[in-house]
């Protein structure tokens, strides 16, 4: 706020100001005549007022508050790792498939395959899982090797592991368990299940043929305000296909 008064004749001026966001009453002055205008572009108020021989101004600095609706989230990049477990035991055919443990090529491939997400810097902030050992077991080792992957949030879906199973029905799935669990400010998710679904739901995200092979990773991305409208927006066959990582291959 700036002021500046020079006071000559003693006067009292009472003045209403509307459409602002602030209210004078008695303002005590020294004037024999007194007009107001607002600047021009500005919240300011400046008064002034002349006598035959004298003068006095009042200028008040205010700024006006913009009216209107909240902002709005902008459209970011969100990515998607789609990530087939690692391999599978079958030393123990009594178990059930859903039973089954990593093997211990699959135990290193998890290793790998980590180390190579942190590098590329691709960590999640929100993890999606299947609940079968194998799934499980391959995360613990990630979270084992990379700081982030235990700092995100992890939930076990049951129904990862059978729809899996189900032709043409992953895609969609997934879909609806992203929006589900994620937040507008989770920009990467990654999701670890099983095939064929997986790499058909990989496939059909991204409009070209993948292969998902254990422990093979998908890295995918698209825009948007939020996870809803990032699928909305990308469809089927729009999501950009940024990489593949391997346990064997180098990035």
């Known amino acids: 706020m700036h002021i500046l008064i020079c006071p000559l004749q003693s006067n009292t001026i009472t003045t209403t100001t ?55 989230p902008q459209s970011v990049v969100r990515r998607l790792i789609l990530l087939r477990h690692a391999q599978s035991s079958w030393d123990h055919p009594s178990l059930r498939d859903h039973d089954r443990p990593l093997s211990q090529s ?26 079968a050992v194998r799934a499980r077991e391959t995360l613990k080792i990630m979270q084992e090797q990379v700081r982030g992957f235990l700092e995100a949030e992890v939930r076990f879906i049951s129904s990862f592991y059978s729809v899996a199973a189900m032709d043409g029905q992953t895609a969609e799935h997934l879909q609806q368990a992203i929006c589900k669990y994620s937040t507008d400010d989770t920009l990467t998710v990654m999701c670890m299940g099983h ?57």
């Open 18 to 72: 509307t459409n602002m966001p602030f209210l004078f009453h008695s303002i005590n002055m020294y004037s024999s005549e007194c007009s107001c205008r607002r600047k021009p572009n500005s919240g300011s108020l400046r008064t002034h007022t002349a006598a035959a021989s004298s003068s006095i101004s009042l200028v008040i600095d205010t700024e006006t508050e913009e009216s209107g609706a909240p902002s709005q």
């Open 195 to 251: 095939n064929r679904g997986w790499e058909e739901a990989a496939s059909m995200f991204a409009g070209v043929s993948i292969e998902l092979k254990t422990c093979n990773a998908a890295l995918l991305e698209a825009t948007g305000r939020s996870w809803v409208e990032a699928f909305a927006l990308a469809g089927l066959g729009g999501w950009k296909l940024q990489g593949m990582v391997k346990p064997n291959t180098s990035l």
């Open 106 to 131: 699959g135990k290193a491939d998890a290793v790998k395959v980590s180390q190579k997400l942190q590098q590329l810097g691709w960590i999640p902030q929100l993890i999606l899982s299947s609940d």
